[in-house]
């Protein structure tokens, strides 16, 4: 495969729920800088808690630690809204497991 590909949520769920696995994430900034979030434990749910996502584990990482802040919430796409919040987060921000838009 070359370029963007997304595995799907169910496929995600399945493999998150066949083992333990980590979820790593890293960041380029357009200084050069890369930083990075680690969680041992990612897990997340199945069609019918709208692929919540569950679990994350220990952090390590040089990035903020800002993944808990999402936990227990269910994944939001544009057309497929399941934040809180009254506009559509997905829809400005991307898909993701959004809680209050991602605003601390």
């Known amino acids: 495969m070359n370029g963007e590909f997304f595995i799907g949520l169910e496929n995600l769920h399945r493999i998150t729920h066949s083992q ?14 890369f930083l990075f979030a680690s969680y041992d434990s990612f897990r ?3 069609e019918s808690t709208n692929y919540e996502l569950e679990s994350l584990g220990e952090f390590r990482g040089t990035a903020l630690n800002r993944m808990p802040y999402n936990l227990n919430q269910p994944f939001s796409t544009y ?8 506009d559509n987060c997905a829809g400005r921000h991307g898909a ?6 991602g605003w601390m």
């Open 20 to 33: 333990v696995y980590e979820l790593y994430v890293q960041l380029g900034y357009y200084d050069g800088r």
């Open 44 to 46: 997340i749910g199945n």
């Open 79 to 86: 057309d497929h809204e399941n934040d809180q919040m009254p």
């Open 96 to 101: 993701w497991w959004h809680k209050d838009c």
